[in-house]
């Protein structure tokens, strides 16, 4: 299982930014897939995941600022993020579960300035 990350990068408040997954070794049709975040001295926390046939799921501090899906052709997917804020500012990281293990890409930095 291969999980390739890009996109990030440094934004002004009220900015948007997009990152991408693209994933090999999985079924993406079926498997769940996720972002998550951690800023420096905090813990790790899940961002938004989305379902094997495209449903996602938010977490409250991103409701309504930002968009997850799934390219099927692309065997990616992408989380659109708008109006970002400074407490945005993290190392975003994809992740999937297969078979019991859990899979991460390599994380890329996302920083909003005010």
């Known amino acids: 299982v291969q999980l390739q990350a890009s996109g990030g990068g440094s934004v002004q408040a009220g900015g948007s930014l997009t990152l991408s997954c693209h994933a090999r070794?999985?079924?993406?049709?079926?498997?769940?897939m996720a972002w998550y975040r951690q800023a420096p001295g905090q813990e790790r926390e899940l961002v938004a995941s989305?379902?094997?046939?495209?449903?996602?799921h938010y977490a409250d501090f991103v409701k309504g600022r930002f968009a997850l899906s799934k390219n099927y052709a692309r065997r990616t997917m992408a989380l659109q993020m708008n109006s970002l804020e400074p407490d945005d500012t993290a190392v975003y990281l994809c992740?999937?579960?297969?078979?019991?293990?859990?899979?991460w890409g390599r994380g890329t930095q996302v920083t909003v300035s005010s």
């Open positions: 070794g999985i079924n993406f049709s079926v498997h769940n």
């Open positions: 992740n999937t579960n297969y078979r019991g293990r859990e899979y």
């Open positions: 989305i379902t094997g046939d495209g449903i996602p």
